[in-house]
């Protein structure tokens, strides 16, 4: 243990100084840094003026919370809530009802343009938005109150990034993205299902470090957590490029750790680094543990994305009630049709010939009579 | 309907070496994308899970079809350049159905083609109906252009920025992909057998004039004599 009293004081003693370096330390090797920033992260980190930080909860399954929740490397979940504020958080808080909406109304007075909001869930749009209601008010009225006051927001999870799973087609409740409501506001969306809390925990320490967003991508996306694809970065990848693939799960190549490309991983179209930062403190992920990339960090995943164990989404044929097919289907009535045509057309013209001799003939029989 | 034989036809020259030019490394650009395509959307084993040799299939498949993708890319790149600087029949004005005369050959064209009528019309450049499939394949062509870069390139941000406007995420873009190759294998089958029946039933010679860029064109009074006369004759 430090003897440092500030960082004891800091840390409330659950954290050791060694594993809060550590920590600092992990968040800058997430964002790319040099390890030159790490006590500058520090500093920023261990400021007694600790950003404020509102948690708001709309459509979701608070998977994103309980993924924070169990980060533990080194035992992140402390780490956050030291590191920033949070006044104001659903599930973990210990207000209730009144006091609790109090609390946010006064988080959001009191630190008007300093606060970071960071939303969980997707925001209903139909009807009014009647179908997401937190303390008589919809989750719109909130996110439309709470999101322009704050100094930044964060969109943790596919939901609050981009509408997710209650944003899938025929999306009932008209549920959107925090980007599609709120506008001229810095938005850093840190899709997945739920996302890694690490990149969440690197994006915060870079806003304590430095002020401001990392660099985003066209989806608002951090780069330095979604800027390359899982593909180029998998450990199966050897043999995608050998041409080898399960062809069905527990086959001898699913038992060898062939490529699940075949089997419907979307690693060659997400955008996520799960392939190199892994999850749950024991290197773990999907595709490691033999199961293909879904595309989680996607927008409209749920849609473009399924099924998850085939390449390509069914295409909607708006033909006898609509039928879903699969892509590959298409492919063979384009070219069975094809094939059928040219077949029925060469036909219908050696036929047209055959009659046209034989009554050609039978004209010249009937003029030399 | 009897025709009139025998019948005099002159060679005339339609097509330039630049339009042949394109013509051809489209044709075979689009061979070699076709197959190595369906090959990267669906390998099929080749290992046997013995691995009994190291072969890099899918790298090397893949490489084949990105190189053949560039070469495609500049063949559509041609024919851009050929719809404002080529010769009349090269350009759009000549094939598409957007005047009186162009939409009665169409018509025309249409009925030829379900043996309603054996009257041949003898045309200096594309049919409408050929030239109109040929216009919709430059499109669909761009947009397998442009999609294709958009997954080869995803990490560069202007074709990042570009794909993500046009097309959505990558998987869209994997999807368009997908479906408009089949329009491709759908386009090369049908033109073979066009250009095949068309050899038959048409004095043209269509065939050989994808080489040599030349027609034949009878020199009576079926043809349009006036368009014919302005033509320099070859040989």
């Given at each position: 243990?430090?003897?440092?009293?500030?960082?004891?004081?800091?840390?409330?003693?659950?954290?050791?100084?060694?594993?809060?370096?550590?920590?600092?330390?992990?968040?800058?090797?997430?964002?790319?840094?040099?390890?030159?920033?790490?006590?500058?992260?520090?500093?920023?980190?261990?400021?007694?003026?600790?950003?404020?930080?509102?948690?708001?909860?709309?459509?979701?399954?608070?998977?994103?919370?309980?993924?924070?929740?169990?980060?533990?490397?080194?035992?992140?979940?402390?780490?956050?809530?030291?590191?920033?504020?949070?006044?104001?958080?659903?599930?973990?808080?210990?207000?209730?009802?009144?006091?609790?909406?109090?609390?946010?109304?006064?988080?959001?007075?009191?630190?008007?343009?300093?606060?970071?909001?960071?939303?969980?869930?997707?925001?209903?749009?139909?009807?009014?938005?009647?179908?997401?209601?937190?303390?008589?008010?919809?989750?719109?009225?909130?996110?439309?109150?709470?999101?322009?006051?704050?100094?930044?927001?964060?969109?943790?999870?596919?939901?609050?990034?981009?509408?997710?799973?209650?944003?899938?087609?025929?999306?009932?409740?008209?549920?959107?993205?925090?980007?599609?409501?709120?506008?001229?506001?810095?938005i850093i969306n840190i899709p997945g299902c739920p996302p890694n809390p690490e990149n969440f925990l690197a994006t915060v320490v870079q806003i304590l470090t430095y002020g401001r967003p990392p660099e985003?991508?066209?989806?608002?996306?951090?780069?330095?957590?979604?800027?390359r694809k899982i593909h180029d970065h998998c450990e199966r990848r050897p043999h995608f490029d050998e041409g080898r693939f399960v062809e069905c799960f527990g086959d001898p190549g699913h038992k060898k750790?062939?490529?699940?490309?075949?089997?419907?991983?979307?690693?060659?179209?997400?955008?996520?680094?799960?392939?190199?930062?892994?999850?749950?403190?024991?290197?773990?992920?999907?595709?490691?543990?033999?199961?293909?990339?879904?595309?989680?960090?996607?927008?409209?995943?749920?849609?473009?994305?399924?099924?998850?164990?085939?390449?390509?989404?069914?295409?909607?044929?708006?033909?006898?009630?609509?039928?879903?097919?699969?892509?590959?289907?298409?492919?063979?009535?384009?070219?069975?049709?094809?094939?059928?045509?040219?077949?029925?057309?060469?036909?219908?013209?050696?036929?047209?010939?055959?009659?046209?001799?034989?009554?050609?003939?039978?004209?010249?029989?009937?003029?030399?009579? | 309907?009897?025709?009139?034989?025998?019948?005099?036809?002159?060679?005339?020259?339609?097509?330039?070496?630049?339009?042949?030019?394109?013509?051809?490394?489209?044709?075979?650009?689009?061979?070699?994308?076709?197959?190595?395509?369906?090959?990267?959307?669906?390998?099929?084993?080749?290992?046997?899970?013995?691995?009994?040799?190291?072969?890099?299939?899918?790298?090397?498949?893949?490489?084949?079809?990105?190189?053949?993708?560039?070469?495609?890319?500049?063949?559509?790149?041609?024919?851009?350049?050929?719809?404002?600087?080529?010769?009349?029949?090269?350009?759009?004005?000549?094939f598409l159905p957007i005047n009186k005369r162009n939409l009665q050959s169409l018509v025309h064209n249409i009925k030829f083609y379900l043996y309603l009528t054996d009257e041949h019309e003898c045309r200096?450049?594309?049919?409408?109906?050929?030239?109109?499939?040929?216009?919709?394949?430059?499109?669909?062509?761009?947009?397998?252009?442009?999609?294709?870069?958009?997954?080869?390139?995803?990490?560069?941000?202007?074709?990042?920025?570009?794909?993500?406007?046009?097309?959505?995420?990558?998987?869209?873009?994997?999807?368009?992909?997908?479906?408009?190759?089949?329009?491709?294998?759908?386009?090369?089958?049908?033109?073979?057998?066009?250009?095949?029946?068309?050899?038959?039933?048409?004095?043209?010679?269509?065939?050989?004039?994808?080489?040599?860029?030349?027609?034949?064109?009878?020199?009576?009074?079926?043809?349009?004599?006036?368009?014919?006369?302005?033509?320099?004759?070859?040989?």
């Amino acid at each position: 243990m430090s003897n440092n009293d500030h960082t004891k004081d800091f840390v409330g003693g659950g954290v050791s100084r060694r594993t809060f370096l550590k920590g600092c330390a992990l968040a800058a090797a997430t964002l790319g840094l040099s390890p030159d920033v790490v006590p500058k992260m520090v500093e920023a980190a261990m400021s007694p003026k600790r950003p404020p930080v509102v948690w708001l909860h709309f459509q979701e399954c608070t998977g994103c919370s309980e993924s924070l929740l169990r980060s533990a490397r080194p035992d992140i979940a402390t780490l956050i809530l030291d590191l920033i504020s949070l006044d104001y958080h659903e599930t973990l808080m210990a207000a209730a009802g009144k006091q609790a909406e109090e609390n946010l109304r006064n988080a959001i007075k009191k630190n008007t343009g300093k606060f970071i909001c960071v939303v969980e869930g997707g925001i209903p749009t139909k009807d009014g938005g009647i179908y997401c209601k937190i303390g008589g008010r919809t989750a719109l009225d909130i996110v439309t109150e709470v999101a322009p006051r704050a100094k930044m927001v964060i969109a943790i999870g596919t939901c609050a990034a981009f509408g997710g799973v209650q944003a899938a087609k025929p999306n009932p409740t008209g549920a959107v993205g925090v980007q599609d409501i709120v506008k001229g506001q810095t938005i850093i969306n840190i899709p997945g299902c739920p996302p890694n809390p690490e990149n969440f925990l690197a994006t915060v320490v870079q806003i304590l470090t430095y002020g401001r967003p990392p660099e985003l991508d066209e989806l608002g996306r951090p780069k330095f957590a979604y800027g390359r694809k899982i593909h180029d970065h998998c450990e199966r990848r050897p043999h995608f490029d050998e041409g080898r693939f399960v062809e069905c799960f527990g086959d001898p190549g699913h038992k060898k750790g062939y490529c699940l490309y075949k089997v419907g991983c979307k690693g060659p179209v997400t955008y996520s680094n799960c392939s190199v930062e892994r999850f749950c403190n024991v290197g773990a992920w999907p595709v490691g543990a033999g199961h293909g990339c879904i595309g989680c960090t996607e927008p409209g995943f749920w849609d473009t994305m399924m099924p998850i164990y085939k390449h390509l989404p069914g295409i909607y044929i708006p033909l006898g009630g609509g039928i879903r097919e699969q892509a590959e289907k298409i492919g063979e009535v384009a070219v069975g049709g094809a094939a059928a045509v040219i077949a029925a057309h060469a036909a219908v013209g050696v036929g047209k010939k055959i009659f046209s001799s034989v009554k050609g003939s039978s004209q010249k029989k009937d003029d030399e009579k | 309907m009897i025709r009139k034989e025998p019948r005099l036809y002159y060679r005339v020259f339609v097509w330039s070496g630049t339009l042949r030019l394109f013509h051809w490394t489209l044709a075979f650009s689009t061979f070699i994308l076709v197959l190595t395509g369906i090959y990267i959307h669906y390998p099929p084993i080749t290992t046997k899970w013995a691995e009994f040799k190291p072969q890099y299939i899918m790298a090397t498949l893949r490489y084949w079809h990105f190189c053949a993708g560039y070469f495609f890319i500049c063949a559509l790149l041609v024919r851009f350049y050929l719809f404002f600087a080529g010769n009349q029949y090269e350009r759009p004005t000549d094939f598409l159905p957007i005047n009186k005369r162009n939409l009665q050959s169409l018509v025309h064209n249409i009925k030829f083609y379900l043996y309603l009528t054996d009257e041949h019309e003898c045309r200096m450049g594309h049919t409408i109906l050929a030239g109109t499939i040929y216009f919709i394949l430059f499109i669909c062509g761009v947009i397998m252009g442009l999609t294709g870069l958009y997954l080869l390139y995803p990490e560069t941000p202007m074709v990042a920025r570009m794909g993500h406007d046009l097309f959505g995420t990558p998987q869209q873009a994997r999807l368009i992909h997908y479906l408009l190759n089949w329009f491709f294998i759908f386009f090369i089958m049908v033109h073979l057998y066009i250009a095949i029946w068309n050899d038959f039933k048409a004095p043209d010679a269509i065939i050989s004039g994808a080489f040599s860029g030349s027609k034949m064109m009878p020199a009576d009074l079926e043809c349009p004599i006036e368009e014919l006369e302005k033509i320099p004759f070859e040989k």
